[in-house]
C-alpha cells in the first residue's frame, strides 16, 4: 500500500511539475503576446504622429500658397487699378489741354477780331474827319 501511496504521491508531484511547466510557458507565451502588443500599439501611435505631422505639413504648405495667390491676385487687381487712374489721369489731362487750348485759340481770335474791329471803327472815323 506504500508502494500506491508513493506513487500516487510521485504522480501528483510530476502533474503538478508538468502544469507548472505549462503555466510557466503560458506566462511566458502571455508576455510575449503583450510586448507584441505594445510593439504593435507604439507602431500604431508612431504612423499616427507621422501622418499627423505629414497632413500638418501638408495643411501649411496649402495654406502658403492660398496666401500667395491671394497676394498675387491683390497684386493684380492694384495694378489694374493703378493704370485704370493712370489712363483716367491721361484722359483728363488731354481733356484739359483741348479746353485750354481752345481758350487760348478763343482769345487769340477774339483779339484778332477786336484789333480788326478796332481797325474798322478807326478808319471810319477817320472817314468821317
Known amino acids: 500500500m506504500m508502494d500506491k501511496r508513493k506513487e500516487h504521491i510521485q504522480n501528483e508531484v510530476s502533474a503538478a511539475e508538468k502544469a507548472h511547466e505549462r503555466a510557466n510557458e ?6 510575449e503576446e503583450l510586448e507584441k502588443a505594445r510593439n504593435e500599439a507604439y507602431q500604431i501611435i508612431e504612423n499616427a504622429k507621422k501622418q499627423a505631422d505629414t497632413q500638418g505639413d501638408k495643411i501649411l504648405a496649402n495654406a502658403k500658397e492660398q496666401a500667395e495667390r491671394t497676394l498675387e491676385q491683390a497684386r493684380a487687381e492694384i495694378e489694374r ?3 485704370k487712374a493712370v489712363a483716367s489721369l491721361r484722359e483728363q489731362t488731354a481733356e484739359l489741354s483741348v479746353m485750354l487750348a481752345s481758350k487760348i485759340i478763343e482769345k487769340e481770335v ?13 478808319k471810319q472815323v477817320g472817314d468821317r474827319i
Request: no cysteine; net charge negative.
Open 110 to 122: 477774339n483779339a484778332e477780331e477786336q484789333a480788326e474791329e478796332i481797325e474798322r471803327f478807326l
Open 81 to 83: 487699378e493703378r493704370e
Open 26 to 31: 503560458a506566462v511566458k507565451k502571455q508576455k
